[in-house]
């Protein structure tokens, strides 16, 4: 099983629909984190979490909202999709002191 | 903005030579890292140098980090088909502790 798991792997959505996206992670690690992948932009941070009760605002948090359930379990929850979100979405996770991080396989959202 | 800006974007070698790519970032940092992504695929790390650090080694892998330029570069050494991917510099943004990513570079290693 893969230690960072991400839900669904792919999803299509429609134009203002709420939608969710889940992280669930075995590695112990304190540190979650959510990521945009758009071609030819890397990697964009949208939200990062310390631990359960402390969330951060990343590069790009406009639009988005997170909720730490659990130390292993940190959701990213699209309000109203818009078509510019359609991106690949990537969860990573790190353990304090050593930013060395794990990731998901990422979900692929496309809102239409 | 990104904190890490990638050179080249793109990378097209054969198979045996070595491949070079290059990263800057603009604040200070505690340590900066290579990942890799195959196609469509998560992030893998491949290697971590600390700021005290000049030179790094892991396998085919060498880093170098000049912290007095704010760049590093990663050298893959007689690449092989299989290292076609793309490779990413990431910093940790000083004491913020949150990673910071690259645009990237995309390498492609013809047989």
Redesign the interface.
Known sequence: DADVTQTPRNRITKTGKRIMLECSQTKGHDRMYWYRQDPGLGLRLIYYSFDVKDINKGEISDGYSVSRQAQAKFSLSLESAIPNQTALYFCATSRSGYTEAFFGQGTRLTVV | S?Q?E?DP?ALSIQEGENATMNCSYKTSI??L?W?RQNS??????LI?IRSNEREKHSGRLRVTLDTSKKSSSLLITASRAADTASY?C?T?GGNT????????TTLQVKP
């Open positions: 990104q890490g990638e974007q505690n340590n890292q990942y469509g695929r998560g992030l893998v790390h971590l990413f990431a940790d502790g949150k990673l910071i990513f690259g645009q990237g």
